[in-house]
């Protein structure tokens, strides 16, 4: 308060610091009642950054060829990505549910796939004898026709399209580092045994459509990718 104005009494100066501190404390007492104490948290809906650190072998992964995949994340998630050459990660986010997806994201790419886990992923192709997923960036496996549902079905589209995204379980890593994953076992895992068209209990239903083999028999393994054929004619049912 300006205290050199002529004619500005002591009584006028208490007066109005009086109604200056009521005033105060009135606006105080409103602000309590909307918020007495700072947030614990940053508010979902605020910019985000965080931080992270990978292993430095993986730096070439997460930024990918001519910086595909971090280009891709970058506008999958509508985040902003900043790699060092010590592994650090940065992402700026307009608010905390992008910059946690674009983390889990980004860690995704800097882990190795584990078997046993459960991811989401989408679906890139569909063959005859089942599906490619996409479980992470630049990651596929295969889901075996057999590993689609517990119920038969005649074809892969009968569960799934192309760019449909579902959750697969990584059951298992071959030889030749190829991804076996099972989206059944991702859905119910303790759920029955599929029916992989044997028809259960011994009895055999025979041959499917033309002779093909589009499941697992008796627990045995697809031959490949490919789809592969069963050879021994044990296993093949009565001749037509």
């Known amino acids: ?3 050199k104005i002529a004619g500005v009494s002591t009584e006028i100066m208490r007066k109005a610091l009086d109604q200056a501190r009521r005033g105060r404390l009135h606006i105080l007492s409103i602000m309590n009642q909307t918020i007495c104490r700072p947030a614990e948290e940053i508010s979902e809906y605020a910019p985000k950054i965080l931080a992270m650190h990978i292993d430095i072998d993986k730096i070439g992964a997460l930024i990918g060829p001519g910086g595909k995949n971090i280009k891709a994340l970058c506008e999958q998630y509508s985040v902003k ?3 060092e050459d010590d592994g650090t990660v940065t992402i700026f986010a307009r608010n905390s ?8 994201a980004v860690m995704g790419i800097a882990s190795d796939p584990e078997p046993g886990t459960v991811y989401n992923g989408t679906v890139k192709r569909i063959m005859d004898f089942g599906a490619f997923v996409e479980i992470l960036p630049g990651k596929e496996g295969l889901v075996h026709i057999s590993k689609l549902s517990r119920q038969r079905i005649s074809q892969v589209t009968d569960v799934l399209r192309e760019g449909q995204e579902i959750p697969v379980k990584l059951t298992e890593i071959d030889k030749m580092g190829r991804l076996n994953l099972s989206y059944i076992d991702a859905i119910d895992p303790d759920g029955a045994p599929a029916d992989d068209g044997s028809g259960g209990g011994g009895r055999d239903r025979g041959p499917r459509d033309g002779g093909r083999d589009r499941g697992l028999r008796d627990g045995g393994r697809p031959g490949g990718y490919g789809g592969g054929r069963d050879r021994d004619s044990r296993d093949r049912g009565p001749r037509r």
């Open 1 to 3: 308060m300006d205290i």
């Open 81 to 83: 990505i900043n790699t």
């Open 97 to 104: 549910q992008d910059a946690e997806d674009a983390k889990a």
